[in-house]
């Protein structure tokens, strides 16, 4: 029987995705498929010896599509009875597997793990904001709000074990957007899962490094922000979830700061489409509310929930 399936999307870090590799235990219950996103055929070369290497390790190859179809790819293989996702360029920490061995055997759809943010440059801890760890020691002094930052706050989907069975009864996959491609499956699987655990332990390390993906700012990707999170706080909203992410009027103030005033409307154009109108918007940067994403994250998030630090 296979327990875990981890899915690893990859382009052009042979080396990187080879210590992630070295990371995962070699067992006969743990099925690993990298989903190589249309890398270099340099790149591609360098994954020739890893089925010699890491025998339980299945590499799938597509065009360049995106992140988010690439986990796709990588769900469409999953067999386990738990999927896992890592990025790359990250690895899991020593002895990973022994914490979710343990949460495993028990009746969880859904596991939160804690995560350790390290310096590329350094191998230091990240001076960068750790928000996984500052929304579970909320979550330990307040478990009903921390609870709620967990199934819908907290939008990366590593650190998360998956009951398989959640993903493909409802349905739940990865959109294919240039940024935060990853938010609807992690609020989804928040939503749809009965029974959850948290470990405040880490079992994953992710790596700050400059030049990443989520760092990067251009038009696009403000207005791709906008549609992301106005879909998610609708969906929210329909449901009965007592939660509005703020991020979704994050690339208006970004706007407003940086004199993008077509940019601006067209945010408005697509927060439009979920029912956010520009009264709704401006009422929300008036009380200033909006801080940028991860600076300050522990203030933030006891102001938004009215949890004294």
């Given amino acids: 029987m296979t327990n ?3 899915v690893i999307p990859h382009y052009n870090l042979p080396a990187l995705l080879r210590r992630c590799l070295g990371s995962i235990p070699q067992r006969d219950d743990i099925q690993v498929i990298v989903v190589d996103d249309g890398s270099s055929e340099e790149s591609k070369s360098a994954l020739e010896d890893i ?26 293989e999953a067999k386990g009875k738990f999927v896992m996702f890592a990025d790359a360029d990250d690895y899991f920490c020593k002895n990973f597997i022994e914490l979710v061995d343990r949460y495993a055997t028990q009746d969880n759809d859904i596991v939160y793990f804690n995560a350790n943010f390290v310096d590329a440059d350094t191998g230091k801890p990240a001076k960068q904001k750790n928000h996984v760890d500052e929304i579970i020691k909320l979550y330990k ?11 819908y706050y907290f939008g990366e989907p590593w650190c998360k074990m998956v009951r398989r069975s ?6 739940i996959r990865f959109e294919q957007t240039k940024i935060h491609n990853d938010t609807r499956f992690s609020y989804l699987v928040g939503y749809f899962a009965k029974n959850m655990a948290v470990c405040g332990e880490p079992i994953y390390n992710y790596i700050v490094r400059q030049g990443s993906v989520s760092k990067i700012i251009s038009d696009d990707r403000l207005i791709a922000r906008v549609s992301v999170f106005g879909q998610k706080n609708r969906f929210l909203q329909e449901h009965g979830i007592d939660f509005f992410d703020k991020l979704m009027v994050w690339p208006f103030k970004y706007c407003k700061e940086h004199g993008k005033g077509d940019i601006y409307m067209r945010c408005l154009e697509e927060a439009a489409k979920y029912g956010y109108d520009e009264k709704f ?29």
């Fill in 141 to 151: 002094k307040n478990a009903t709000k921390g609870e709620t930052l967990l199934r």
């Fill in 51 to 76: 089925g010699i290497d890491f025998p339980n390790v299945q590499v799938v190859y597509q065009e360049n599509l995106g992140g988010g179809a690439a986990r796709n790819r990588g769900l469409a």
């Fill in 4 to 6: 875990y399936s981890i």
């Fill in 166 to 171: 959640i993903i493909e009864d409802n349905g």
């Fill in 281 to 309: 918007i401006r009422k929300l940067l008036r009380q200033n509310k909006i801080e940028t994403f991860l600076p300050r994250v522990k203030k933030k998030i006891c102001k938004m929930m009215g949890i004294k630090k």
